[in-house]
């Protein structure tokens, strides 16, 4: 089992800027995939950037040139670092891991609780 703890949520004003952090505890021996993804109310999840465990990132077109996705690896941590901000970013933003665990055959998704971000206009 994987535990993810998200943290970095919060309010803020268009233009401004937000970090938020996920960390995965466990018997875990790597996290092929991490990602972010995001739920405004009344639609579907969406993606909003990934990493692989080599660092190579994807984006989601209302990410780019705004959003950057990292890890640590050694910390097993994702972060995710939003600047620009816009209301159309008001979301619970949820991380996204695959791991492969001790024990466990084959890779295993899990997700955060999630985090509220508010961009006021």
């Known amino acids: 089992q994987v535990q993810l703890v998200e943290s970095g949520g919060g309010l803020v004003q268009a233009g401004g800027s937000l970090g938020l952090s996920c960390t995965a505890s466990?018997?875990?021996?790597?996290?092929?995939?991490m990602g972010w993804y995001r739920q405004a109310p009344g639609k579907q999840r969406e993606l909003v950037a990934t990493?692989?465990?080599?660092?190579?990132?994807n984006y989601a077109d209302s990410a780019k040139g705004r959003f950057t996705i990292s890890r640590d690896n050694a910390k097993n941590t994702m972060y995710l670092q939003m600047n620009s901000l816009k209301p159309e970013d008001t979301a619970v933003y949820y991380c996204?891991?695959?791991?492969?665990?001790?024990?466990?055959?084959?890779?295993?998704?899990?997700w955060g609780q999630g985090t509220q971000v508010t961009v006021s206009s």
């Open positions: 466990g018997t875990i021996i790597s996290l092929n995939f």
């Open positions: 996204n891991v695959g791991a492969v665990m001790a024990g466990v055959v084959g890779v295993q998704f899990y």
């Open positions: 990493i692989t465990q080599r660092g190579t990132t």
